[in-house]
């Protein structure tokens, strides 16, 4: 790299990632071993979190370096363009001299600023066979980065990877690479709650096998996804390697959100504010500027990653973001950012909660589909996978938490001068005209996924509707 010359910068943004299952996060599978590799030649952050599910909300966080109090986006449906006062990180760049790239990512409020938009197909039935996303992505990337860097222009070039997110739909050798076993043995009654399960059978049955009894064989394929992506990843890490610019460039893997597999009654999806959907990866890699090895166990959350890039890249915004840079942490100097964290989800449940080291309050904004209990309590320490509700075991322990986070919601609402979005969503399914429901019965006699091809034609929709707002 030239003298003063900027560096480049990947941002891979992957849907859905379960930290917990990939091996360098110390899942027994060896679900990512390239990945792995990786955050050796880096620094690995035990303890990312996303803030505010799901995927909408999170890249909004992710992309601007702000909360949800400054974005306003909270909703998975969130309507509108993203408030015209905040920067993405595409736009400070492009500002900056950069050729800014998006791969699978238009449509999305946070999508802001690109100079280029490609897509990829990433959702698919089992009719119509496996599901190459990881491929597919790179044979748009690949012709791409060829491109950007025989340019004379330093580029930033945003990747967001589906393999994890439904459908599972690994290609072979992947689909059989963490199972073996009939996954159709009618003694197996582990799937019958999930196909049980109104709002979201039809969507589990388009992709997966007829006939399928066994969960962990869904399992399988989740993990299979994570490592056919990892080895796909490594093709972009060749490339660049290939060109000489691996480590003059600025690379950053992150994840949007986690998955519920079997956990919480959440089926293999990702909602509720429980750890399995806020835990997420976040590795960093640039030789010239951080070390080799490194695993940082203090809290930080989405925000904190442009004050980071953009400080790696020597670029003063002149901006002042709710995150801070994760530079500190990685010299010693900070040992955590917040360790108390406000949380919210509005994807299929409106939700907010409050998350401690050793607690997790979650409050119900209105009934949920899954007829869970309004107010929730959980000893992280003594329970981490959130499964003995304390909440009326302990109420002091729920007033004191849910005091302190309504004490943030106000602190944050007077420093921005904006409400809780969170509050403020309407019809946040996307019912028109029902608003909040009232019952339990009410959302999961309402709600509805429908088929991957319902699913694919949704997005789509979004889409449309977000490039003519």
């Known amino acids: 790299m030239a003298p003063n010359a900027k560096p480049n910068i990947i941002l891979f943004g992957i849907d859905s990632l379960l930290a917990d299952h990939m091996s360098c996060y110390g899942y027994d599978r060896l679900t990512s071993p390239y990945l792995d590799r990786f955050a050796s030649q880096g620094v690995l952050f035990e303890n990312t979190y996303s803030a505010h599910i799901p995927t909408t909300s999170a890249y909004a966080s992710m992309l601007t370096g702000l909360d949800v109090f400054s974005t306003q986006v909270v909703a998975l449906r969130h309507q509108g363009p993203l408030r015209p006062e905040v920067k993405t990180l595409a736009e400070i760049l492009r500002d900056e001299g950069y050729h800014t790239v998006c791969v699978g990512f238009d449509g999305n409020p946070s999508s802001r600023g690109f100079d280029e938009y490609l897509s990829y197909p990433a959702w698919g039935s089992w009719e119509e066979g496996r599901l190459p996303k990881a491929q597919l992505l790179n044979e748009q990337v690949l012709p791409a980065l060829d491109r950007l860097l025989a340019a004379d222009k330093p580029f930033f070039l945003f990747l967001r990877h ?141 925000k904190d990653l442009v004050p980071t890039l953009l400080e790696l890249a020597q670029i003063d915004a002149g901006i002042d973001f709710d995150g801070r840079s994760l530079l500190p942490m990685i010299e010693g100097k900070v040992a955590s950012h917040e360790s108390e964290i406000y949380i919210t989800e509005c994807t299929w449940m409106r939700k907010h909660g409050w998350r401690t080291p050793q607690w997790k309050l979650i409050r119900a904004l209105e009934p949920d589909f899954h007829f869970k209990p309004p107010v929730e309590l959980y000893n992280l320490v003594e329970d981490p996978d959130e499964n003995n509700n304390l909440a009326t075991e302990l109420p002091g322990v729920v007033d004191a938490l849910t005091a302190r986070m309504d004490a943030w919601i106000s602190q944050r609402e007077a420093a921005t001068g904006l409400p809780n979005p969170i509050h403020h969503q309407g019809d946040w399914h996307g019912i028109k005209g029902v608003g909040a429901f009232k019952t339990s019965q009410q959302a999961y006699d309402s709600l509805h996924i429908g088929d991957a091809s319902a699913a694919r034609r949704l997005q789509a929709e979004s889409r449309k509707v977000e490039e003519e707002e």
């Open 162 to 302: 589906m393999d994890p997110h439904a459908p599972y739909l690994p290609p072979e050798p992947y689909e059989r690479m963490f199972y073996h076993g009939d996954e159709c043995d009618p003694a197996n009654k582990s799937m019958e709650p999930v196909v049980a399960f109104k709002p979201f059978r039809d969507f589990l049955v388009s992709w997966l096998p007829p006939g399928i009894t066994d969960k962990d064989y869904v399992i399988a394929q989740y993990d299979g996804s994570i490592a056919y992506m990892d080895a796909a990843i490594q093709s972009l890490f060749t490339a660049l390697e290939a060109h000489g610019v691996f480590d003059e460039t600025i690379i950053a893997i992150n994840g949007d959100h986690g998955e519920t597999l079997y956990d919480h009654e959440c089926w293999f999806d990702h909602h509720g504010i429980y750890d399995v959907v806020l835990h997420v990866p976040l590795m960093l890699r640039y030789p010239p500027e951080l070390p080799a090895g490194k695993r940082i166990a203090g809290y930080n959350q989405h």
